[in-house]
């Protein structure tokens, strides 16, 4: 039985416990920070990097669309509109990627350090890991977008808030679409090892041209359409485009992504205990990375 007393015996609560080793785990990792300031300008270095690029794409863009031979003001309009959906899907997209990778990395660094048998020899349950993975890719997430979001306001003048409060919404389903991923990457690490760490970096690219990040879903072939409608990003996407290009708020495909995130983690956090359950079995938690 696990020990839920505290000092003097008085009994503590079991959710403040397990509150308590979740905040551990966070800790621990919010230390290799805390003096290493290498690795939180890699936190912020992709996303402004890719922000940047996209900005000079962007203003090409919309600058192309204002030249004086181009006379129409519907496809001048189009240009500045279409500029910015480039620039919205990219920094959402960044959303994405780093709730996906912040959760992996910081699952790798429990194996690199060769501390995941060490961490499960403690009374921590398999959940608490995964709330203090999420925890840490939530805080990665924020600090690698938020100056990304921030620079391309000052250097490109596009708002992303000025969207709404409805963006929070698409950070939430994207970064929930992030944690599912996650979970079926460790559960390749759990199943197959060092062979599978290279899918942390390069497994939600393969989703993205499925995931209607700079193009509506309309553009893919007919066959692929269905494949792209099933993943909560295209939702997302298509719901800024929305709002981005029609000034509305498109409830159905929010209503989707949410959905269809639920259904994602579900199926996701199965496969992750399951592989979980097996790696503890053969004792791959005290080898795993080796």
């Not at 397990?18 to 300031?37: Q, T």
């Not at 600058?63 to 031979?69: D, Y």
Request: aromatic content about 12%; charged content about 10%; proline content about 5%.
């Amino acid at each position: 039985m696990r020990d839920t007393t505290g000092p003097a015996g008085r009994r503590r609560s079991p959710a403040l416990a397990s509150a308590r080793r979740i905040w551990g785990m966070v800790y621990r990792h919010l230390a290799l920070f805390r003096r290493s300031w290498p690795r939180v300008v890699e936190l912020m270095y992709w996303p402004v990097l890719q922000m940047i690029v996209w900005g000079f794409v962007t203003a090409y863009v919309a600058g192309a669309s204002q030249m004086p031979g181009t006379q129409n003001p519907a496809a001048q309009n189009l240009g500045t509109l279409a500029a910015g959906t480039l620039l919205g899907g990219v920094l959402l997209w960044e959303v994405a990627l780093r709730s996906q990778m912040g959760f992996a990395i910081s699952f790798l660094e429990e194996i690199w350090s060769r501390n995941l048998g060490h961490v499960f020899v403690s009374p921590l349950r398999p959940w608490e890991l995964v709330a203090a993975l999420v925890a840490m890719s939530a805080l990665r997430m924020l600090v690698g977008v938020l100056p990304a979001v921030l620079l391309a306001w000052l250097l490109y003048g596009f708002g992303l808030f000025a969207l709404g409060p409805v963006v929070v919404l698409f950070f939430a389903a994207l970064m929930i679409m992030g944690w599912a991923v996650a979970l079926g990457v460790t559960a390749l690490i759990l199943r197959h090892g060092a062979g599978a760490e290279s899918l942390a970096w390069s497994v939600l690219f393969g989703l993205a041209p499925i995931s209607a990040v700079f193009y509506p879903v309309a553009i893919l072939p007919a066959w692929l359409q269905p494949v792209a409608l099933a993943t909560p990003s295209a939702h997302v996407f298509e719901g800024m485009r929305a709002a981005l290009l029609e000034n509305r708020i498109a409830w159905g495909h929010l209503g989707w992504a949410f959905a269809l995130d639920l259904l994602w983690v579900a199926a996701l956090a199965f496969v992750f205990m399951r592989q979980f359950h097996q790696a503890r079995d053969r004792g791959a938690l005290l080898t795993i990375g080796e």
